[in-house]
């Protein structure tokens, strides 16, 4: 089994920073996509960044900019640097990752549990 261990969400004021970790571990032989998505109440799920196995990157047009998605594959985490943070980035964000258990299987899907990202003054 894999497990996804989310940090780094807290209460910032407006046009702070904030650093999210997604750290994943267990039965991995490779990973490849890493994604990060928020959900505010009464809001759908919505991609925030994305990094693919190979580096390259997927922002939604509200964070281009501001945030950068990055990984560390020895350490089998994904990374958000959240800069010039406003009110409406206000969300539970969360952790996904695409996950090869063996060298032929197939790519599974597993989701963090969200860590809570408040900016506000």
């Known amino acids: 089994q894999v497990q996804l261990v989310e940090s780094g969400g807290g209460l910032v004021q407006p046009g702070g920073s904030l650093r999210l970790s997604c750290a994943a571990s267990?039965?991995?032989?490779?990973?490849?996509?890493m994604t990060w998505y928020r959900q505010a109440p009464g809001n759908e799920r919505e991609l925030v960044a994305r990094?693919?196995?190979?580096?390259?990157?997927n922002y939604a047009d509200s964070v281009k900019g501001r945030f950068t998605i990055s990984r560390d594959n020895g350490k089998n985490t994904v990374y958000l640097q959240m800069n010039i943070l406003k009110p409406e980035d206000t969300a539970l964000y969360y952790c996904?990752?695409?996950?090869?258990?063996?060298?032929?299987?197939?790519?599974?899907?597993?989701w963090g549990k969200g860590t809570l990202v408040t900016v506000s003054s």
């Open positions: 990094i693919t196995s190979g580096g390259g990157t």
């Open positions: 267990g039965s991995i032989f490779s990973i490849g996509a």
């Open positions: 996904n990752v695409l996950v090869k258990e063996s060298v032929q299987g197939p790519p599974m899907v597993y």
